[in-house]
Nanobody
Framework: LQLVESGGDLVQPGGSLRLSCGAS????????IGWFRQVPGKEREGVSC????????YYKNSVKGRFTIARDKTRKTVHLQMFSLKPEDSAVYYC??????????????????????WGQGTQVIVSS
């Protein structure tokens, strides 16, 4: 599964961006999707995820109320809508996919070891 992220840009503090994650020739309907981010010199951290079934979501505390993860109506793309962006949100953002089985299909975790397929990342810079 080749994931592709898009939507990264330079934005002023307080601004908004919508990141998209898709896979050419595939829908993401049958995958748990996670969004992660990484700043140079720091470890990659989980931001948000959505479960494989029922679209249950989970967010890193620092983005709760500002970021929203959602599948689009075609189920081919997963978006990360980001509002009230802060300079500390600047990073390369990656989406990742997983296919958990059993009860784990109902929830997701911000643990990158859960995810086997990754995109190349899209750069978000929040700066005035």
């Amino acid at each position: 599964l080749q994931l592709v992220e898009s939507g990264g840009d330079l934005v002023q503090p307080g601004g908004s961006l919508r990141l998209s994650c898709g896979a050419s020739g595939f829908t993401l309907d049958d995958y748990s999707i996670g969004w992660f981010r990484q700043v140079p010199g720091k470890e990659r951290e989980g931001v948000s995820c959505m479960s494989r079934i029922d679209d249950n979501t989970y967010y890193k505390n620092s983005v709760k109320g500002r970021f929203t993860i959602a599948r689009d109506k075609t189920r081919k793309t997963v978006h990360l809508q980001m509002f009230s962006l802060k300079p500390e949100d600047s990073a390369v953002y990656y989406c990742a996919a997983a296919q958990p089985e059993g009860p784990e299909r109902l929830f997701c975790r911000l643990d990158e070891t859960d995810y086997g397929d990754w995109g190349q990342g899209t750069q978000v810079i929040v700066s005035s």
